[in-house]
């Protein structure tokens, strides 16, 4: 038998403490009120004091728990202490494996937002390929340039040497702009090669996203049509056959994957001679654009415009998705007015601004 006193300043006070420690089944043996000790004690209320017992059984019980639990949040500290040096580790054997002359590219490359696993894939395959202990550092700078220019591969804007009639696909999750991307190409298209071209949009439900279309359309006095399924968009491609370029503004796809059943799976693949582009912000960090890409991984051969880079804090994510997807960049927009803010991208500037080189200006 244990026995035990509790005080509080009320009776549920002093009775909740009891409760905590020694549980329900606690005997209540005595109940009173007493003055607390001490000189400053006359100037305090009086406290209530409830003197309990209980079986030593149930309170090495409860002590036991008490017990178990901090055993187990120790031995969960203890895990996630090892994981966290395991991780450690890791990152210190992978960096390790990359020459100290590549290590400040390295850095460089993560800081301008590269996937920690692609920069250190890059750089390891380019420290086993050549000997840099006898190389100048402009030599070494020349080298890691050239080879994030290779990942970077061919740039593929429009190919506007085939005299057939080619149909333009733009696709693309909701909000990165497609339509102002589409009528920034076809202003140029018009204005500077003089090419026929007409502009259908399947968006139509994003609020705006029609007017918006139609807006630019009667600016550049191009022929718009608006179409619900792919059977309208057969017939729209009879009325648009004297037409060089036709632009499909197609409906955003955030959310799920594209089925043989989407209407933009139907229209895609009825066509003969077409580019597609999937047009990416590039405010979008990776594991969303990851997401992206597989959403519309029945496409195998597009091409990718980058997005609002005057918005962008880094252009990491340029070399990302085209080393996990092999799809080349065509274009990317810095700013909003058509047709001057897009340009087909400059591989060198990008280089530059992995490497800590930023010839860009964009948004802190």
Known sequence: MIVKKYTGSTAYEAMNRLKRELGSDAIVLNTRTVRQKGFL???KKPIVEITAACESKSLLLSKS??????????SELITLK?????????????????????????????KNGVDYSIATSILKKLDEQINFDNKDDETISNIVKYTISEYIGQVKPINIENQ????????????????????????????ERKYKIGLITSDTYRIGAVDQLKTYSDILKLPLEIIYNSNDFEKTLVNFKEKDFIFVDTVGKNHRKVTKEDELYKMI???KNKEIYLVLSGTTNLSVLRSIVEHYDFIKNYKII?????EAKELGNILNVKYLTKNPISYITTGQNVPDDIEILNKDKVVSCLIGEDPYERSS
């Open 306 to 310: 980058f997005t609002k880079i005057d």
């Open 82 to 110: 090892s994981m966290i040096e395991e991780i450690s580790s890791t990152i210190g054997d992978k960096e390790s494996e990359v020459s100290p002359k590549l290590k400040r590219y390295h850095g460089q490359l993560i």
């Open 164 to 191: 057939r009639q080619k149909v333009i696909f733009f696709i693309g999750p909701t909000g990165v702009g497609k339509t102002t991307t589409l009528a920034k190409i076809a202003a140029k298209l018009t204005m």
């Open 65 to 74: 728990h008490d017990d178990d639990r901090i055993n187990k949040v120790n």
């Open 269 to 271: 693949n009825s066509t």
């Open 41 to 43: 004690g006359l100037f």
